[in-house]
Nanobody
């Protein structure tokens, strides 16, 4: 079992930055696939980025060049650095973990945090 707790969301103006943190417990993050998803009102939950075991990452086209996922395995933390934020990035952001090598499908993820709201004003 893995427990995930996100923090770092908030209100920011367009062009600003936020860093989301995800604290994990119950299992070393070095052994599990980690992802960040987001869900805007009326939209499906989408994968923003995923970090495979071994280091390679997936980034959605909409966030390439602006968002970065990173892990600190010693602290069992995962981060999402978000730069050049846009109003369309407004959503609830979720940290998630999966018992598989790779996926960007929400249904494939086994553990979820409670979510943190990110609001970008224009």
């Amino acid at each position: 079992q893995v427990q995930l707790v996100e923090s770092g969301g908030g209100l920011v103006q367009a062009g600003g930055s936020l860093r989301l943190s995800c604290a994990a417990s119950g299992r070393p993050l070095s052994t599990i696939l980690m992802g960040w998803f987001r869900q805007a009102p009326g939209k499906e939950r989408e994968c923003v980025t995923a970090s495979r075991i071994g280091g390679s990452t997936y980034l959605a086209n909409s966030v390439k060049g602006r968002f970065t996922i990173s892990r600190d395995n010693a602290k069992n933390m995962v981060y999402l650095q978000m730069n050049s934020l846009k109003p369309e990035d407004t959503a609830i952001y979720y940290c998630a973990a999966a018992n598989r090598l790779y996926s960007v499908v929400a249904a494939d993820y086994d553990y979820w945090g409670q979510g943190t709201q990110v609001t970008v004003s224009s």
